[in-house]
């Protein structure tokens, strides 16, 4: 065990989910498509080619593979490595986290991050 690798909030699991993101301040008509990398209830990162600064509010909407519900959440970028872009969900309803946490309970055969 590395002593010195980042203590993480929360489990982080990969995956690969179309998500519409775009900066909280902007209309509709300005999102961005774009493919997550990572997911756990508190956030996910994606790959993102446009530049999206540390510190930005924005809003991402996908829908979790196997389930009819879209979900809308309010994030903030919280790091940024090249094209891939780390988010942190914030003011998550008890509805959305319920339903990550079902889909990430259910991806037995994919490996914890």
């Known amino acids: 065990m590395n002593v010195n690798a980042p203590v993480r909030k929360w489990k982080r699991f990969k995956v690969d989910i ?17 493919r997550s990398y990572e997911l756990s209830e508190g956030g996910m990162s994606v790959y993102a080619s446009e530049s999206l600064e540390v510190g930005t509010a924005m809003q991402v909407a996908f829908s979790l593979p196997g389930t009819e519900r879209g979900l809308r959440i309010r994030a903030v970028i919280k790091n940024r490595r090249g094209f891939r872009c780390g988010m942190e969900f914030v003011e998550l309803d008890a509805g959305a986290r319920d339903a990550i946490l079902r889909y990430l309970g259910s991806l037995v055969d994919v490996i914890e991050i």
């Open 18 to 34: 179309r998500v519409r993101l775009r900066r909280w301040d902007e209309p509709e008509e300005a999102v961005t498509v774009v």
